[in-house]
């Protein structure tokens, strides 16, 4: 082997090295979370008596999916709205178009987006506005005298 044939062999050998030292890591970090399950745990959100019937208040839970440094980003907002039968409704915080925060409006008793003028009913559906789905419902339960929600949006499907 000559001298031009060796530096090109050790030229791509230690080419060859490094990017697998440097892809590796890389790779490894976009592909785990498809092999990580997702927590699919309830999270507490407060006593269901803190929730009075017919009114719609403003909650914040952790979310439990969150990474590590996630830091303030890990807390959610979201709307308990409790029915005068004693279920509730759980809605996430955000519109459907295009994610801003929605705002309950107690007098008007409807849901507005100050983004795009969004404007959904109680029970979440679009009462106009550019959104066309309705607001997306969380999964609840009630475990002794705590009302418990699923930490995740889920598809909107009622569920108690």
């Not at 509730?88 to 008007?108: D, S, Y």
């Not at 969380?138 to 699923?150: C, E, F, I, K």
Request: glycine letters at 12%; charged letters at 15%.
């Amino acid at each position: 082997m000559n001298r031009r044939g060796f530096l090109g062999t050790l030229t791509i050998t230690l080419g060859g090295v490094i990017v697998a030292a440097l892809g590796v890591p890389v790779i490894g970090y976009l592909l785990a979370p498809l092999f990580t399950p997702v927590p699919d745990d309830f999270v507490d959100v407060g006593a269901v008596t803190d929730f009075k019937a017919g009114s719609t208040t403003l909650a914040q839970i952790d979310d439990p999916t969150p990474l590590p440094w996630a830091g303030q980003t890990a807390r959610a907002a979201i709307w308990v709205r409790r029915l005068s039968d004693g279920s509730f409704q759980v809605f996430a915080e955000n519109c459907t178009h295009l994610g801003c925060p929605v705002m309950w409006r107690a007098a008007a008793e409807l849901f507005f987006c100050p983004c795009h003028g969004g404007v959904f009913y109680p029970d979440g559906r679009v009462a106009g506005g550019p959104p066309t789905r309705p607001l997306l419902q969380r999964q609840w339960t009630v475990a002794g005298d705590r009302l418990l929600v699923r930490g995740r949006d889920l598809p909107n499907v009622p569920t108690s």
